[in-house]
């Protein structure tokens, strides 16, 4: 079974902060995700990399970046958390080199709460 | 820009009966696939089902299967002899071979009822 891992569920932290999520996946996917989830909002796609130090902006990057440095870790990084970046993140990952039709799994999620 | 509608936020369903979760889209695409994603309470997003729109026969897996209605863009999830562990949150979704991000609904939390 393919595992998606994200490295805290729970984490809280100061408004003005830099935050790191991380993310690994043990299939060897090319294409992995990030995700913001919120409620009445469904998943709305922060960054998406295809490839080792290759990135695209999703819909909604504005007051984020990622890293991709190995195949199967992923990391999103909030450089100045603000209160409305409080949310659950999904990281996801999917083989192939159809980016958005092959199926993607998903981590636990991290719930973020910026006070 | 493609849009995908999930009309009931909230569904309930007695067990071992059938619920029909619905979802409309928009897009001028012809060949696309459709999703349905379950999440679990406090659990991770799983597949349910997958769709590809040039295909006529409609997707099923186990209990779950869909109606494809594809010229009145309907993909409606059903249920059968519902389970207390389908509870959970149910996104439909839709994706192209292009480069626009996979659109999700904004879910239907179903409840099923023992």
């Known amino acids: 079974d393919v595992k998606v891992t994200q490295s805290s569920r729970y984490l809280v932290k100061r408004t003005g902060e830099k935050v790191f999520l991380e993310c690994v996946q043990d299939m060897d996917h090319e294409n992995m995700f990030w995700y913001r989830q919120d409620p009445g909002l469904g998943l709305r796609l922060i960054y998406f990399s295809y490839d080792v130090k290759m990135k695209e902006k999703g819909d909604i990057p504005e007051g984020y970046s990622v890293s991709r440095e190995k195949k199967e870790r992923f990391s999103l990084i909030l450089e100045s958390a603000s209160t409305n970046q409080t949310s659950m993140y999904l990281c996801a990952s999917s083989s192939g080199t159809s980016r958005y039709t092959d199926t993607q799994y998903f981590g636990p999620g991290t719930r973020l709460t910026v006070l | ?114």
């Open chain 2, 1 to 114: 820009a493609q849009t995908v509608t999930q009309s009931q936020p909230e569904m309930s369903v007695q067990e071992a009966e059938t619920v029909t979760l619905s979802c409309t889209y928009d897009t001028s695409e012809s060949d696309y696939y459709l999703f349905w994603y379950k999440q679990p309470p406090s659990r991770q997003m799983i597949l349910v089902i997958r769709q590809e729109a040039y295909k006529q026969q409609n997707a099923t897996e186990n209990r779950f299967s869909v109606n494809f209605q594809k010229a009145a863009k309907s993909f409606s999830l059903k249920i059968s002899d519902s389970q207390l562990g389908d509870a959970a949150m149910y996104f439909c979704a839709y994706g192209y071979s292009g480069n626009t991000p996979l659109v999700f609904g904004k879910g239907t939390r179903l409840s099923v009822i023992a």
